[in-house]
């Protein structure tokens, strides 16, 4: 009988493979957030935008998608271009993984898989905008993110601006307590709120320092206690959104998904194209400055780590 693991079916980029026969730190990044959670071109300007910060914070970046029947770890400029027009990209989580992989299809990863992927490779740090979470109503949909399962699992750092107010942050916050998942919060108190800093729920720990949460990330790995940690880096203020304005539209995008019968994996990138058609287009922005916040506070923490 023929058996492979995971780790067979994956191929680093030349930029990868020489960072980490160098032993230097490396950032890892969704391809879900380009294929499904901005329009193009941004989402590839972003992409690319994004990788040149975590150079610049001296990191090696490495996008994951699959391609080709296999789990890419590190993007060229032309796969970003890609995926970032590829309409037909799978939005590919835990469960879509051996579906995406089997036949060769184009699979953005989500939170949940890029982090499989990431722990695949030996990456601890993964920078993204937002976490999945637990939807309102999720007691009657059971719509609760595949993404949170994985932090319960998943020995990886991801960095974020918090989960966006389309979920209920309370509970996904009391979801995360249960899976034994810790919520690091950068800056202030208060988990954040994506488009806005503050999401009004206590984050679980304060701590600013790069160093000092490399020395929490392994002290919680070396004592065995597996599984990912949530970073909350909140948006900048001058990058926000005004919140009742976000309040409001978020509220519209919410029942008009409802009155569609929109479900499942299309329920995020379903709201995420409403609120930035009825923002016109301001959310995007929003968006685009918290991911690159992110990777600044991201290739500091992978720096950290590899002190
Ligand atoms: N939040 C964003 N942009 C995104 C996503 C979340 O602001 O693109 C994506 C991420 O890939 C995340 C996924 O892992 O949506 C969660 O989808 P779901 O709720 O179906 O688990
Ligand atoms: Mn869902």
Redesign the pocket.
């Given at each position: 009988m023929n058996t492979h693991a995971l780790s067979d079916f994956l191929e680093f980029s030349a930029e990868v493979a020489a960072a980490r026969a160098a032993g230097q730190p490396i950032v890892a990044l969704?391809s879900?957030?380009i294929s499904?959670?901005?329009p193009y071109p941004q989402n590839v300007q972003t992409a690319r935008e994004v990788e040149q910060i975590i150079r610049a914070g001296g990191a090696v970046p490495a996008t994951i998608a699959v391609l080709g029947g296999k789990i890419r770890i590190g993007l060229s400029e032309a796969e970003l271009e890609l995926l970032g027009q590829s309409p037909e990209a799978m939005?590919v989580?835990r469960r879509d993984l051996p579906y995406v992989i089997a036949t060769g299809r184009i699979g953005?990863?989500?939170?949940?898989a890029?982090m499989i992927c990431a722990a695949l490779a030996g990456i601890r740090v993964f920078v993204?905008?937002?976490?999945?979470?637990v939807?309102r109503g999720a007691e009657t949909s059971f719509?609760i993110?595949?993404?949170l399962q994985e932090l319960a699992r998943t020995s990886v750092a991801v960095v974020c601006a918090g989960a966006?107010s389309i979920l209920d942050i309370g509970l996904t916050l009391e979801y995360l307590e249960t899976q034994g998942v810790p919520v690091l919060a950068i800056g202030q108190d208060n988990f954040a709120a994506?488009y806005t800093p503050d999401s009004g729920f206590k984050a679980d720990f304060r701590i600013d320092d790069a160093d000092q949460q490399a020395r929490f990330l392994q002290t919680k790995w070396a004592l065995g206690l597996a599984g990912g940690v949530v970073i909350s880096n909140p948006v900048p203020e001058t990058d926000a959104m005004p919140r009742a304005e976000i309040d409001a539209i978020t509220e519209q995008a919410l029942r008009e998904a409802a009155a569609q019968g929109i479900s499942?994996?299309s329920?995020?990138?379903y709201l995420?194209a409403r609120i930035k058609a009825l923002t016109e287009g301001r959310s995007l922005t929003t968006?685009i400055a918290l991911v690159k916040h992110n990777a600044r506070a991201g290739a500091r923490l992978a720096l950290a780590l590899g002190r």
């Open positions: 969704e879900t957030i499904h959670g901005m939005k989580s953005a990863t989500t939170v949940a890029t993204t905008g937002g976490i999945g979470g939807h719509d993110s595949a993404d966006k994506f499942g994996k329920v995020t990138p995420l968006n």
